[in-house]
Antibody
Framework: EVQLVQSRAEVREPGESLKISCDVS????????IGWVRQMPGKGLEWMGI????????RYRPSFQGQVTISVDKSLGSAYLQWRSLKASDTAMYYC????????????WGQGTLVTVSS | EIVMTQSPATLSVSPGERATLSCRAS??????LAWYQQKPGQAPRLLIY???TRATGIPARFSGSGSGTEFTLTISSLQSEDFAVYYC??????????FGQGTKLEIK
């Protein structure tokens, strides 16, 4: 059974750093692209970026380039989303998701990680 | 990037009736279009991919159609569990992929 299990909710202050994780199981981690999707409170879904675990080829949506870092640890079967300096506007639910086949639609989603940035 | 526009923003329909949701792309995405359902407090769920192929376990009352820039998700006879927010998603050749802004399907 394919599963994407994300790390727990986080509360941080503005300016702090954060790294959230997505642990996968039930399939060959290096064979599928993994992506991160943001959902701000009461809003829709936004792509942030995707990564191919086999070679760490990473694509960012332009509005997120330089704002976050997406990475993987092949040995652990985990994907990560990282911020160096959080802003209040980063408060959102973040979903990791597996892309079916060769970078297409999302077929499996993580349960989401709620990140709250507040002083 | 390709902009996906969904209409209407909110759709009020009675249980048992048909619901028709629309999604328009700012340029052709061929048939590289998926639909997701999201209920409050839950992650989205894949309903339809390739414009018209139902994902595993999705009831036959859900159907998708269209090509190019105009797409439709139809729910033939609404059940109580179908009231949710629906998103279209294009995954045409070039990154970035994009979602529509969502249509909230509510009980009339």
């Amino acid at each position: 059974e394919v599963q994407l299990v994300q790390s727990r909710a986080e509360v941080r202050e503005p300016g702090e750093s954060l790294k959230i994780s997505c642990d996968v199981s039930g399939y060959i981690f290096t064979s599928y692209w993994i992506g991160w999707v943001r959902q701000m409170p009461g809003k829709g879904l936004e792509w942030m970026g995707i990564i191919y675990p086999s070679d760490s080829d990473t694509r960012y949506r332009p509005s997120f380039q330089g704002q976050v870092t997406i990475s993987v640890d092949k040995s652990l079967g985990s994907a990560y989303l990282q911020w160096r300096s959080l802003k209040a506007s980063d408060t959102a639910m973040y979903y990791c998701a597996r892309l079916y086949g060769s970078m297409t639609f999302i077929d499996y989603w993580g349960q989401g990680t709620l990140v709250t940035v507040s002083s | 990037e390709i902009v996906m526009t969904q209409s209407p923003a909110t759709l009020s329909v009675s249980p048992g009736e048909r619901a028709t949701l629309s999604c328009r792309a700012s340029q052709s995405v061929s048939t590289n279009l998926a639909w997701y359902q999201q209920k409050p407090g839950q992650a989205p769920r894949l309903l339809i991919y390739g414009t018209s192929t139902r994902a595993t376990g999705i009831p036959a009352r859900f159907s998708g159609s269209g090509s190019g820039t105009e797409f439709t998700l139809t729910i033939s006879s609404l059940q109580s569990e179908d009231f949710a927010v629906y998103y279209c998603h294009q995954y045409n050749d070039n990154w970035p992929y994009t979602f529509g802004q969502g249509t909230k399907l509510e009980i009339k």
